[in-house]
């Protein structure tokens, strides 16, 4: 009847399966629950046994993960879900206790062959985790709501000025009071900052934004110097934030000796930084697949047909802003009082940049694809180090040496060219060619 | 008046020097199936965009919409997606759709106005923003075994072959449920086969979804078999309104289709 033929769906031939609740969470439930097991039992067990133990408990939870998945034809809610596939669900599983077991994994004393830099990756991984929540909001405004901006730093100001208000000035270090005053701020002054967009679009959005960057600018130099003067605002020492003593029952929260818990040191940072980020990258992919979301995406590719639908353009163009401002805010406090001060310097039009190398080597289109770019830009100078002092032969380029710095750009630069030349959707893109191969390679072998 | 849906009068539209439109009357009955037909140029599109909201008339313009059981409403005082709102769906000629997205995102686009999901809600994914999405798509469902479009749901809109492009953007208005389905041309570059499945889908929208058809259409064979009543418009005016058959008889659409030279041998 119809001139084209039906592609033939993928599961069109599986048979009909289901898998009882109790199937569907048991894979999460122990990649959520083996990893503290793990960590606890820090001495008594050899440090390869608990590298083997690992490894099998990543295998098992990606195989249960992968065999109770719903098969045949879904309903509407089973479609719904965020981890539909088997392969989406095993690599969700793993992911999950890929990010609980990292820190555990991190904090031992464990040390690798040829000084690989081991002590360093923690800290990367917690600027990563910084840089992927502002980059993801940054990509959801830029990349998928196509609204060019780069007032990004100019909201991680804001949120510094945030915190240095609520969090240092009137709280004495409580972040978690400026966190959500950031987010309302965020999104406030977020909204303001996008009505340029109404009017402009492309370039000219793009300097209009930009404008704004140095309005905020001159509003935090201000800021900084009415009330800390040029050294900056102290986030750390008596700022550092803290676990409120009527929370200390909580599992794994040990006072220190003067009974405060200061959330101070890697180990710390990373369990109040990794589900921040994961809620809130979690929160925009939620924005983007419902009914909001969608109308940014069609607001980003044809706006007139976005109004005939019944999308108020101007709204949702705001309303974008107003998200992502309120997100990129929120990691400004969280990198405030990570990095523990901020001085005058510390915002600058180069960062900015970096953003924009993140989320364009990240994927576009895609917001985890921000992961990949913080990824990228943090531990390749982390590498770049370690192959100059250590790596045979490389380390005995002295012209490598020399110019640490101008090389580490160069050929940063130089795999920015070459990603975008072969792979435009980015590491996203790249990361999701892997996962289809890895998952086709596995369906073929068996069932 | 109760049984039109849609009354404009005297709407002129210009560019520059050119009058896209000049002064055109018309009245759409509640439940017909309306043409809007002529060569191209005539200002068919223009008329459209005018009603819909795209582009401004000129002063002393109306055009009134009169949904069933409300009161009239001016267009003129509305903006595009207000309109959209108010129940006039519109489908465009060289395709509205979003390439990128896949025809599931781009049939829920057709529902916007009908989910209340606020950004928070659908951030956090709550129960009832679950429960909506889940309602858009039921209401997606029938649009999807209507029209045949089961086997592409996943797939890009951008990858698809043109005819089957035309039937998403269809599909999108009428998962609007709109009371006026307002179609740019909907059967242009398409097969024999697949025009006659058009016309059975527009059928369908008309007689068993309650919408009334706008139809803009260049070819006068198929207007001519589905139409209740054609109006003609030839380089911005109208020149010719009425039945099919007495279109077909009407000297001045024969010329303004065939050339004036044609109609006088």
Request: charged share 20%.
């Amino acid at each position: 009847m119809t001139a084209v033929e039906n592609p033939a769906p993928q599961q069109e031939d599986s048979p009909t399966y289901r898998p009882s609740t109790i199937q569907r969470l048991l894979p999460f439930a122990v990649a959520a629950v083996v990893p503290f097991i793990l960590g606890s039992t820090t001495e008594n067990v050899n440090f390869w046994w608990k590298a083997l133990i690992t490894v099998v408990v990543l295998a098992v939870v990606a195989r249960m993960a992968w065999v109770w998945t719903p098969r045949g034809e879904l309903t509407h809610r089973e479609d719904m879900r965020l981890w539909r596939t088997p392969s989406d669900r095993s690599w969700a599983a793993v992911t999950t206790f890929g990010l609980l077991v990292l820190p555990f994994i991190l904090a031992s004393d464990f040390t690798p062959p040829m000084d690989f830099p081991w002590a360093t990756w923690f800290a990367v991984v917690n600027l990563v985790l910084i840089f992927a929540m502002g980059a993801a909001a940054f990509n959801l405004l830029v990349g998928y709501s196509g609204q060019i901006s780069l007032a990004h730093v100019a909201f991680l100001a804001l949120g510094s000025i945030v915190g240095g208000i609520v969090g240092v000035q009137w709280s004495g270090g409580n972040m978690w009071v400026a966190l959500p005053a950031a987010a309302l701020a965020g999104a406030v002054v977020g909204a303001i900052s996008g009505l340029p967009a109404l009017r402009l679009k492309h370039l000219y959005l793009l300097l209009a934004t930009f404008g704004f960057h140095f309005v905020m600018m001159l509003v935090w130099r201000e800021y900084l110097q009415e009330y800390f003067g040029f050294v900056g605002i102290r986030f750390k020492g008596e700022n550092s934030p803290r676990i409120a003593s009527w929370l200390h029952w909580l599992p794994g929260i040990d006072p220190d000796d003067n009974g405060e818990f200061i959330i101070t040191g890697q180990f710390r940072w990373y369990w109040v930084l990794m589900p921040i980020t994961v809620l809130s990258i979690l929160f925009m992919v939620n924005v983007v697949r419902t009914r909001e979301g969608r109308a940014f995406a069609a607001v980003r590719d044809r706006d007139v047909s976005a109004s005939l639908l019944g999308i108020n353009v101007a709204r949702s163009k705001l309303l974008a802003f107003a998200l992502s401002s309120a997100v990129v805010s929120m990691s400004g406090v969280l990198a405030s009082f990570y990095i523990g001060s901020r001085g005058e310097d510390s915002f600058n039009v180069q960062t900015v940049l970096n953003y924009a190398i993140i989320i364009v080597v990240g994927g576009f289109s895609s917001i985890q694809g921000a992961i990949f770019g913080s990824a990228f830009f943090w531990f390749l100078p982390e590498w770049f180090k370690w192959a100059r002092e250590e790596l045979w032969i490389v380390r005995d380029i002295d012209f490598l040496s020399d110019y640490p710095s101008e090389i580490d750009l160069a050929i940063k630069g130089f795999l920015v060219v070459i990603i975008l030349m072969f792979k435009p959707d980015g590491l996203a893109g790249l990361w999701k060619d892997v996962k289809g191969w890895i998952g086709r390679s596995l369906a073929r072998r068996g069932p | 008046m109760s049984d039109e849906i849609l009354s404009f009068e005297n709407l002129t539209v210009q560019f520059g020097g050119v009058r896209a439109c000049d002064a055109i009357d018309g009245h759409v009955k509640r439940g017909s199936l309306f043409a809007l037909i002529g060569p191209n140029g005539a200002g068919k599109t223009t008329l459209v965009n005018a009603i819909s909201g795209v582009y401004k008339p000129l002063p002393g313009a109306q055009v009134q919409f009169h949904p069933a059981g409300k009161p009239t409403e001016d267009l003129l005082s509305y903006r595009p997606f207000q309109i959209a709102r108010l129940g006039v769906a519109r489908t465009f000629q060289n395709l509205g759709l979003f390439m990128g997205e896949n025809v599931l995102t781009n049939l829920l686009l057709g529902r916007y106005i009908h989910e209340h999901t606020r950004l928070i809600e659908g951030g956090l994914f709550t129960r009832r923003a679950v429960k909506r999405e889940l309602a858009a798509r039921q209401a997606i469902e029938r649009v999807v075994d209507l029209l045949d479009l089961g086997a592409f749901k996943r797939e890009p809109v951008g990858d698809l072959p043109y005819g089957v492009q035309k039937r998403v953007e269809f599909g999108r208005v009428l998962a609007m449920e709109p009371e006026l389905l307002m179609l740019d041309e909907p059967m242009a570059g398409m097969s024999v086969d697949e025009k006659q499945d058009m016309i059975r889908y527009i059928y369908a929208a008309q007689d068993e979804l309650d919408m009334t058809v706008f139809l803009i259409e260049h070819d006068m064979s198929v207007v001519m078999s589905i139409a209740d009543h054609v109006m003609v418009l030839d380089f911005g005016q109208k020149i010719a309104e009425g039945t099919p058959a007495e279109m077909q008889q009407d000297e001045r659409v024969i010329a303004a289709y065939l050339g004036t030279e044609m109609a006088e041998n």
